[in-house]
């Protein structure tokens, strides 16, 4: 989930529902927002400057923006399978979606309308990127924090490229 610009925690769902829901901590209530319609699965959220959600794909090929004051969403396929753990939002306002079983960072400019332009990173590493997280460095770059990984990665989101970080000692 993400904190929205009206502090409520927006949740996307995993596996288990088709909901997008918020909880309001002021008034302590839990809300179904709106029904994706189907249960689309998504690995993490990321909160983009104009105030929407990006859903990042774990157990879909769909990227969804969801509006939390509309209570809309807008849904484009990406050719993938989904496979990501989680989002970091790039100073340049790309999305880079972080792999767990998929086998290329996908890197999404939410800008526009659907289907949203991307990048697609090669890993090189069979079985996916096995990344549970990724964290944004003051440079811009991105750390893959590793999850069946023995190594972490790094991101260029501006370069579009990724490099191995291979543990020392």
Known sequence: GVLDGASNVTMVPYTSHSNICAYNPATNTFSNMVSTGTTLGFGGAVLLPTGNIMCIPWGTS????????????????IATTGGFFGGVLAPNGNVVCIPYTAANV??????????????????????GGGFGSGVLLP???????????SNAGMIDPNALTYSNII???
């Open 139 to 149: 440079s811009g770059n991105i750390v893959c924090v590793p999850y069946t990984n």
């Open 106 to 127: 996908v890197v999404v400019n939410p800008d526009g309308n659907p289907p949203y332009a991307r990048s697609n990173i090669a890993v090189g590493r069979s079985g």
């Open 62 to 77: 769909n990227i969804v923006q969801y509006n939390p004051t509309a209570r809309t969403y807008s849904n484009s396929t």
């Open 167 to 169: 543990p020392q000692g």
